[in-house]
């Protein structure tokens, strides 16, 4: 087959309609963008899931003489309170392990944490000592999902200040994260949308700015694939830029953001890698091809019937 | 060549056929008019010959084979069998002569070589000779519908349909064309011209078929436009 008209065509195909190639490729630079985002979350949230979910323990803090809840009404938790509780502890069907923080290594791990450069502050900071630490229990579980049970036989025991879960404190962190989650995948669906139309749409404007050669390619008896092939060509490059710039943004922001920002700063939670990046990128890439050759597909076969 | 058997082609949306059983048959290298006034189907027959429209009833027959169960990807192979021409000539504005005429054996993958030799023997058959580098638009009509029927029989088609050819040209100019078309006609290629030209009809003196209504009335084989008694 010679292609030379192919190639001329396509390169005055794009030069013919630059305002809609723009657009097109714009459209989808950005649809995609969102969903390479959304995935990006997604994984985001899944690790920081499966982090947290190895870790996930409930802490049962005790009685200390400044503890004010109704199971302390008698001051710091006692030995024999602490046997009872620690009963409990060993008997539960939920609970894996346990082990009791005292009083001097919640004093450290908080030394280690409140640091701060004010002077006042670090002042008030230093003013704490270790008797105004509560003892705890950290509790590991057999089944993260599981801890309704024992937290609501611990926490009525005499000498129990309060007992936390892991899970509530992410609560709102999950929250949020599956808000721009859906978010960026809602906003990137209409975006999707957007794009179809839009490829159909130059389609269309394609077909008839160049109604002439198409009859009589038709006439003369040129197969649909040749006369179709401008125009698949056309929405290739398209959604090649729009898959290369999607792709470059969500490399640079696994770059500045993940690698260059959080992951150094923070290391409460397991954050996405690389892996992950390219897992995005694969996924944009196979649908930013759907998103042109479909359109294409179907509107080529409507306007070029041979 | 071409062969119709009870053929009716009645287009959606409408009650009354287009063409109404009409069969037929064109032998290889006949030179065929197709008369009558408009809407009596004559474009209608064109369409089925190059497989434009498909019959309602009956077959459709072109060099041996049925073409309305022709599957979809070999049409393109059968209308390189037929080359077409048409009363507004339909070149490419931004193309010179020897680009249109090349146009038509680019589209089907014919390798370069093979277009450099055939398209200035093709402007050299129809009369265009050291005209290939003008623009359409810098030719007159005669010479315009001169590059289309060199882009109809570059490929050397066994039918060349032409479509009201001498419509927008001058009495003169008509004589030309239709002489060229003779020509072609000559080397073996199957003419058929729909045409309202009584002029050219009664001059050439070939076989006329008039269709009205959808129905063959007349098929003369050295017949003129009108009836004659």
């Known amino acids: ?306 | 060549m071409i062969r119709f058997e009870n053929v009716t082609k009645t287009y959606a949306g409408q009650s009354r056929a287009a063409l109404d059983d009409v069969s037929l048959e064109v032998e290889k290298g006949e030179f065929v008019f197709l008369v009558g006034a408009s809407g009596s189907g004559k474009s209608t027959f064109l369409r089925l010959v190059l497989r434009e429209a498909r019959p309602t009833h009956g077959k459709v027959y072109v060099a041996g084979k049925e073409i309305n169960r022709l599957a979809g990807w070999k049409v393109p192979g059968l209308r390189r069998q037929i080359g077409t021409v048409f009363q507004d000539f339909r070149l490419l504005p931004n193309k010179t002569v020897t680009e249109n005429v090349a146009f038509a054996l680019q589209v089907i993958g014919k390798p370069r070589s093979h277009i450099n030799k055939v398209v200035p023997e093709t402007l050299e058959l129809v009369g265009l000779e050291g005209k290939g580098n003008r623009m359409p638009d810098e030719l007159s009509g005669g010479e315009q519908q001169r590059v289309a029927i060199a882009r109809a029989f570059v490929n050397r088609p066994m039918i060349l349909i032409a479509d009201e050819p001498t419509g927008n040209l001058d009495p003169n100019t008509s004589v030309g064309i239709m002489k060229l078309l003779d020509r072609i006609n000559r080397t073996g290629t199957t003419v058929i011209m729909a045409t309202h030209d009584a002029g050219i009809v009664d001059q050439m003196r070939k076989r006329v078929i008039e269709l009205s209504g959808g129905h063959i009335v007349r098929d003369q084989s050295r017949g003129v436009y009108g009836y004659q008694h």
């Not at chain 1, 199971?71 to 939920?94: F, M, R, S, Y």
């Not at chain 1, 794009?195 to 009859?215: D, H, P, S």
């Not at chain 1, 929405?235 to 640079?252: C, E, K, N, R, T």
Request: charge should be positive; charged fraction near 20%.
């Open chain 1, 1 to 306: 087959m010679q292609l030379t008209y192919v190639f001329s065509e396509l390169g005055n195909g794009l030069k013919r309609n630059v305002s809609m190639s723009i657009a097109v490729i714009v459209t989808i630079f950005v649809s995609l963008t969102l969903v390479g985002m959304g995935l990006l979350l997604n994984a985001q949230a899944q690790k920081a899931e499966e982090y947290w979910g190895s870790k996930l323990q409930i802490t049962v803090f005790l009685c200390n003489q400044n503890s004010t809840t109704a199971n302390c009404l008698n001051g710091e938790v006692t030995g024999p309170q602490k046997d009872e509780i620690e009963k409990v502890l060993e008997t539960h069907p939920e609970v894996a392990s346990w082990r009791l923080q005292s009083k001097q290594e919640a004093y450290q791990k908080w030394k280690s944490a409140y640091v701060s450069n004010d002077e006042t502050e670090q002042r008030v900071y230093e003013s704490i000592k270790a008797s105004d630490m509560q003892e705890s229990y950290w509790v590991q579980l057999k089944n993260p999902e599981k801890f309704m049970g024992i937290k609501s036989q611990v926490s009525g025991l005499e000498g129990v200040n309060t007992v936390r879960d892991l899970r509530e404190v992410l609560k709102p962190i999950y929250f949020w994260m599956n808000v721009m989650k859906w978010g960026a995948i809602g906003i990137a669906g209409f975006l999707v949308v957007a794009a179809v139309l839009q490829v159909g749409n130059t389609i269309r404007l394609a077909a008839f700015a160049r109604r002439r050669e198409i009859g009589i390619m038709r006439l003369v008896g040129a197969s649909s694939l040749y006369i179709q092939l401008p125009f698949l060509m056309e929405s290739l490059v398209a959604a090649f830029i729009g898959v290369a710039l999607a792709g470059g943004a969500l490399v640079a922001f696994m770059y500045f953001v993940i690698y260059e920002r959080l992951r150094p700063t923070s290391n409460i939670v397991a954050w996405i890698d690389w892996a992950d990046g390219v897992w995005a990128l694969g996924w944009i890439a196979l649908i930013g091809l759907l998103l042109t050759l479909v359109p294409t597909l179907v509107m080529t076969r409507k306007y070029l019937k041979v």
